[in-house]
């Protein structure tokens, strides 16, 4: 496996139910991030992981959970989610997470359909 | 408060047929501008980064540019696998939060008729 990869690429959750997303970089990189794209709408960051350190997050609601065990791997966590929260959400890593111009990579996304 | 805008949304091309594409930005302070190109069902793909104004760069039938207040994406004689949705996004100066952080633009949807 090369780049950012995301599991699974595609699921579909009743409001009820809990799931996970995947995400694994392998960059060697040290921050990882989630992002949401509804449509119409810009890519919105949700989190930001520097060497597994949250440190930053954009007034997520509590539904979404993110877990970053270590620097390839990054984790998000759905429960209670509303229709509303039907969307691709795009995972991307970076070197270093603070640096000028630094680029970020993205996986494929996980298409989620809530139910 | 930190805004990208991308225009038009959405731009029809004949195959051979060049133009460009609009990002506008206000940031308080410019560490980086991003151009990515996304296919539908995919993540996005990064084509460049530019830091300053002035600042060129090329790859394949794709040149951007960076003035102070916006940049460019022209396309020479795109061909159809140049159809994507092309993102903009800058890395701004922002003292209160991850100084990583992009924001992004609603992008521009192309399409290369052949």
């Known amino acids: 496996e090369t780049g950012v990869t995301q599991t699974p690429r595609h699921l579909v959750m009743g409001m009820t139910n809990k799931k996970s997303l995947k995400c694994e970089q392998h960059l060697g990189h040290n921050a990882m991030y989630w992002y949401k794209q509804s449509a119409k709408k810009p890519l919105e960051l949700m989190f930001v992981y520097s060497l597994e350190e949250r440190v930053e997050n954009n007034s997520v609601p509590s539904r979404f959970s993110p877990e970053c065990p270590n620097s390839s791997h990054l984790f998000l966590h759905l429960h209670t989610l509303q229709p509303e929260d039907s969307a691709l959400y795009l995972c991307a890593s970076s070197q270093d997470g603070g640096r000028a111009g630094e680029t970020q990579y993205f996986g494929p996304g996980t298409r989620l359909l809530v139910l | 408060e930190d805004q990208v805008t991308q225009s038009p949304e959405a731009l029809r091309l004949q195959e051979g047929e060049s133009s460009s594409l609009n990002c506008s930005y206000t940031?308080?302070?410019?560490?980086?501008l991003f151009w990515y190109r996304q296919d539908p069902g995919k993540g996005p793909e990064f084509l460049f980064t530019l830091y300053s104004a002035g600042e060129e760069k090329e790859k394949e039938r794709l040149k951007a540019t960076l003035t102070k207040k916006e940049s460019f994406l022209h396309i020479t004689a795109p061909k159809p696998e140049d159809s994507a949705t092309y993102l903009c996004?800058?890395?701004?100066?922002?003292?209160?939060?991850?100084?990583?952080?992009?924001?992004f633009g609603k992008g521009t949807k192309l399409s290369v008729k052949p």
């Open positions: 940031v308080s302070g410019l560490r980086g």
């Open positions: 996004a800058v890395q701004a100066m922002n003292y209160g939060g991850s100084q990583g952080n992009l924001i």
